[in-house]
């Protein structure tokens, strides 16, 4: 069954076109009839253009002009045909007319004066014309003749604009062809208004150009996309139809070719019927390429072939013949249209991958192709479509193949993505396998260096010698491992150099030194020829270094007997590669030599000269190429020469130091301490030569905890600082580690990074959240040496990192360097914990000092903050009831409780005054009374315990204040302490002197009160105004009545409202009404002392009269 989907898809193109039909047909115009066209009640500027199409007069074989119809004897008349249309068809004694020939056609228009100018446009007639309007000759086209010799084609629309003749207008046209198969007219002659006309005609052509760039376009980027694949041969076949359809497309329907090439109408015509026919046998090709499955091969070269062989009749024969092949043509397209429809439909009921786009297209096509034949028969009249079905289809297929080649290019994306991953792994798994290679390697080394160190006792001279064997093969092999370390970071671009002065001199002595074992039994000479006036390089030394070692390794490598020479020059140039001076290195050797086939290939990667060198000299194929990424790396250049069983010269040159120093003099005491380096770690050593001195352990109790998943290098670790006397804790993964941690409480940890479970990493991470750096160092143990492996490690938390393989030097030196720092901070910190209790660390902190070394005497500073001034109420009383001993513990007690709360509100305690606490609050009054409200419960708190002991109960009195307060150090050189000082803290001291005056507990003033009126967390009540002993000015103090006893507190509450209105009265001088409000709440609370020192007020006034200046200001007698 046919998909519901291509149901839909057929019905909508049918009615299209039934629609097209009905259009034209119901659309009413005039119509010519015996040879007269009818235009008088044709508004033109109401109702267009009309065509004049119909019954005109028809003389064949005539030539007449309008002269020869004012004759007393009318020409003859053949008929009247129907225009548009082709002669071809009209029937005269029952025979059709021969296309070849010559005719003229004359209609009459009626028309009403209702304009004096009108336009008329003649469209294609084959294949030449000339125009006469009411007896003139207007315009030709082409030159008409009475056969082929005399007459010369052409195609070429034309517009002429013409003054009217009032009711009646002729026209005549004299036509002629003999170059068609169609003669007359295969357009219609349309009338009107200019602009109406040229209107249609500019919208036509541009719908036309439109399609015709589309097309180029459209053509030429699917043979882009064969260019790119010539795998997708659609994309080519498609491409070239679509320019096919181009070149019909501006012959037939636009005649831009024909305009543009006047002179050529043949050559013009033979490309328009090529476009046509070739245009075939690549949509054939193309449908072919998307379902072979389906499509016969036979029926493939049969279309091809028939679609050629009509191409070839096209080019080698004339107009004549060629355009009688029209006909046959069309029906064999039509036949081919069915079975590629056929296989279409085959696709898709067989569900072969066909889209419904294509289907689609396909259909468009093939609809608007019978629609078009139907109409140039004159069976059907719906127009011209085909160049819509071609547009659709070419669409519709475009959107197909770029769907298909985005899907091509999202899987080449996906792929390449996933090839970039599998990479990554492969990177990662060289990393990973080395780290697994070197574990081994460390553990076989570190156990060769402790049994050489005696850690299982004395070491016999044979065994010595079987000892360093082991030890040499296991650093070749952790040298191999490196190589390929090193090609994986220089293949990511992830070395970076540590460029320096380098001697080279200095550096190949060392590296002919290294190199002396590796001769072993060969009669070979290493000779260096080094001169000492050379200038220093500018590079790593290390990795250049590592070049003359690859270098000279390989030339020792393939020279069995001979010598291997070293030498080097200062050259001011090298190939004009760079402008610096260079030092070029050379190092030649008299062994087998290479090829010069080969020679481009031994600087590749895992490269060897054949299978049979491989064997004999083995290798990895490597250093070569490490050896050229490093001088490249270097700004330099390496080369060779080489002559076959003679030898090999190997030449690099690297550019020399800006930098240059005078080192002619220093070389023979540099190349001494380098020569004690490579001694200590040649191989032909029989002893330790580590100085015990750098690596012994100063501290015996010291515990170092070793967290790895490898016994062997636990066994390593163990028995390397075993022999340091360091106490030495294992744990075999990072869950045991932590642990052990808790514990044992260690001074040093060595953590390995790769471990299941949990990472070193993890591990790392988990430690930090408890323990600083500085408390508990972290040296990682690392096989990858990679940056991004420390990097990670070092924000994990870890202060150190060790390579493996690592030395036993290396290992004891940074552990004794690591537990030093560690128990120099443990002093460090004992040292702050004991000057904290005499100097607050916030002390120095405002100070802008970060230990009291750096206090000197003067040291100040300035802030705004809150001051607190807190004193025991009565405790010389209380005093008198103790000892001594009992009253220091009982001060101490107390300040042991209040100091905590002070510090939890981020307070400085300033200083103790016996029995009072002096402190400021930098984060302002609300944490100091904070932490004023929190000291009262604590006083409550130890009141109870006192109170069960039978002691006597104490109580505070609190002041604070705030402002401006000046920070320093005073004293002298040989005894100073800090201190603060200003007004606002000699007012913070009298505020809470002023407490036992009014009989309450907290006191704050009109500054403080500013900052907390609004919080509404306290209850607040006004004391007095008052100026204290010394000063001119008055404040307002305040109580804060959360701070009394319990039940004082409620009865205050109980009558605040009451004590309010009093207080008001009393300033407005109303005494009588205050008095009376204040005695009820007297009455009510005996304990108001701000009551009755007013109602004491009120009393002395009425005694003593009311002063003129009286303001209801108390001034104080005392502090």
């Not at 057929?10 to 039934?18: E, G, P, R």
């Not at 080369?639 to 690297?654: P, V, Y």
Request: net charge neutral.
């Amino acid at each position: 069954m046919i998909n519901p989907y291509l149901k839909t898809l057929l019905c909508i193109s049918i009615f299209v076109l039934i629609g097209c039909k009905q259009s034209s047909v119901n659309h009413k115009v005039p119509e010519a009839k015996n040879g007269v066209i009818d235009l008088r009640s044709w508004d033109f500027g109401r109702d267009g253009t009309v065509k004049l199409s119909g019954e005109w007069e028809f003389y064949w074989h005539q030539f007449l002009y309008g002269f020869d119809f004012q004759a007393p004897n009318n020409p003859e008349i053949l008929g009247m045909i129907g225009v548009p249309g082709s002669w071809s068809e009209f029937e005269f004694d029952k025979k059709k007319l021969d296309g070849h020939g010559y005719a003229t056609y004359k209609l009459k228009v009626l028309i009403n004066l209702r304009q004096s100018v009108l336009t008329i446009h003649l469209g294609t007639i084959s294949s030449a014309y000339s125009f006469e309007l009411n007896g003139k000759e207007v315009l030709h086209v082409g030159k008409i003749g009475r056969n082929q010799k005399d007459m010369m084609p052409s195609f070429s629309p034309r517009l002429y604009s013409f003054p009217i003749k009032e009711t009646e207008n002729t026209l005549i046209l004299r036509v002629s062809n003999f170059h068609n198969q169609k003669g007359g007219f295969w357009s219609p002659i349309t009338i009107g208004n200019l602009n109406d006309l040229t209107e249609g005609i500019y919208q036509k052509e541009r719908t036309e150009w439109f399609l015709i760039g589309i097309l180029l376009i459209i053509g030429l980027n699917h043979i882009g996309l064969f260019s790119i694949n010539r795998l997708n041969r659609s994309a080519l076949w498609f491409g070239l139809f679509c320019f096919m359809i181009a070149i019909d497309t501006a012959t037939v329907s636009n005649d831009f070719l024909y305009q543009q090439l006047p002179n050529h109408w043949w050559v013009v015509n033979k490309l328009e019927f090529l476009g046509y026919y070739l245009s075939i046998p690549f949509l054939t090709l193309y449908v072919y390429e998307l379902f072979p499955r389906n499509f016969s091969k036979k029926i493939l070269y049969l279309i091809l072939g028939i679609s050629f062989t009509f191409s070839a009749i096209v080019v080698l024969f004339s107009t004549n013949v060629y355009t009688l092949t029209i006909a046959y043509y069309r029906n064999f397209i039509i036949v081919t249209f069915f079975y590629m429809l056929f296989i279409v439909l085959s696709a898709l009921r067989k569900k072969t991958g066909v889209r419904y786009v294509f289907v689609g297209g396909f259909l468009a096509l093939f609809l608007a192709f019978v629609n078009d034949i139907l109409h140039n028969e004159e069976i059907i009249y719906t127009g011209i479509y085909l160049p819509h079905g071609q547009f659709f289809f070419i669409f519709s297929q475009s959107y197909l193949l770029f769907t298909e080649f985005s899907n091509l290019y999202i899987e080449l994306s996906n792929k390449n993505k996933q090839l970039i991953q599998l990479d990554k792994l492969k990177d990662e798994f060289l990393a990973n396998t080395s780290h697994e290679l070197r574990t081994p390697l460390n553990g076989i080394i570190g156990i060769t260096e402790s049994l050489l160190g005696g850690v299982a006792g004395k070491v016999s001279e044979v065994m010595k010698t079987n000892l360093f064997l082991i030890y040499s093969s296991s650093r070749r092999l952790t040298s191999l491992v490196n190589d390929i370390l090193d090609f994986q970071k220089l293949k990511n671009q992830d070395i970076t150099l540590r460029t320096k002065n380098v001697d080279i001199k200095t550096l190949i002595d060392i590296v002919i030194t290294l190199s002396q074992q590796l001769i072993s039994k060969k009669d070979i000479k290493l000779i260096s020829e080094i001169p000492n006036d050379l200038p220093e390089l500018w590079g790593d030394e290390n990795r250049i270094q590592q070049i003359l070692f690859n270098l000279i390794d390989n030339a020792i490598k393939f020279t069995q007997e001979g010598e291997v020479r070293i030498s080097a020059t200062l050259e001011k140039d090298i190939s004009n590669y760079n402008t610096n001076d260079f030092i070029k290195v050379t190092i030649s050797d008299t062994g087998i030599g290479i090829p010069d086939d080969k020679k481009d290939d031994v600087f590749k990667s895992f490269e060897q000269l054949n299978s049979s060198i491989e064997r004999e000299y083995g290798g990895t194929g490597l250093g070569l190429a490490i050896t050229k990424k490093l001088v490249e790396l270097h700004g330099g250049k390496i080369w060779l020469e080489s002559q076959l069983g003679k030898g090999t010269q190997f030449f690099f040159a690297i550019p020399v130091t800006k930098h240059n120093l005078n080192i002619v003099e220093k070389r023979e005491d540099q190349f001494e301490n380098k020569l004690k380096l490579v001694e200590a770690i040649e191989i032909k050593e029989t002893r330790s030569t580590i100085d015990p001195n750098l690596t012994a352990n100063l501290y015996p109790d010291t515990k170092i905890l070793v967290i790895d998943d490898e016994p062997i290098n636990l066994q390593v670790l163990q028995n390397h600082l075993s022999l340091q006397s360091y106490e030495v804790i294992t744990a075999s993964d990072g869950l045991e580690g932590l642990k052990k941690m808790e514990e044992y409480k260690p001074d040093l940890i060595l953590l390995d990074l790769m471990m299941p479970k949990m990472s070193g990493y993890e591990v790392a991470k988990e430690i930090r959240k408890n323990y600083p750096a500085n408390i508990l160092p972290i040296i990682i143990l690392t096989a990858k040496n990679q940056i991004d492996d420390l990097v990670k490690g070092f924000n994990s938390g870890a202060n150190d990192y060790l390579n493996k393989p690592f030395s036993k030097k290396e290992l004891l030196s940074r552990v004794r360097v690591h537990i030093e720092l560690k128990k120099n901070n443990d002093k460090i910190i004992q040292l702050k914990n004991s000057y904290s209790r005499f100097v607050p660390p916030e002390y120095l902190t405002f100070l802008k000092k970060e230990n009291i070394t750096q206090v000197n005497l003067g040291d100040q500073v300035s802030s705004k903050m809150a001051i607190l001034f807190s004193d025991i109420r009565s405790f010389t009383t209380i005093s008198e009831s103790m000892t001594p001993a009992e009253n220091f513990r009982f001060v101490n007690d107390y300040f042991h409780n209040i100091g905590p709360v002070i510090r939890k509100y981020n307070g400085i305690i300033i200083k103790y005054m016996g029995d009072a606490i002096n402190a400021i609050f930098p984060g302002g009054p609300i944490d100091a009374i904070r932490a004023g409200l929190d000291q009262i419960e604590i006083i409550k708190n130890m009141n109870k315990a006192r109170k069960q002991n039978g002691l006597l109960e104490f109580w505070s009195g609190i002041g604070v204040n705030t402002g401006y307060v000046m920070m320093g150090i005073v004293g002298e050189e040989n005894r100073m302490q800090g201190d603060a000082f200003s007004d606002n803290v000699n007012t913070a001291s009298r505020l809470e002197g002023l407490t036992k005056y009014y009989g309450c507990t907290f006191i704050i003033s009109q500054k403080v009160y500013d900052v907390v009126k609004n919080e509404g967390n306290y209850t607040i009540r006004y004391l007095d105004s008052v100026v204290m002993k010394g000063k001119t000015q008055s404040i307002n103090v305040y109580e804060i009545v959360d701070a009394e006893p319990d039940h004082i507190r409620d009865k205050k509450i109980q009558t605040l409202d009451k004590y309010k209105k009093a207080v008001k009265l009393f300033q407005n001088k109303v005494f009588e009404d205050a008095l009376e409000i204040f005695e009820e709440i007297h009455e009510t609370n005996p304990h108001d002392k701000s009551a009755e020192l007013y109602i004491e007020k009120i009393t002395n006034l009425y005694l003593t009269g009311i002063p003129d200046d009286w303001n209801a200001v108390q001034v104080m007698a005392e502090k």
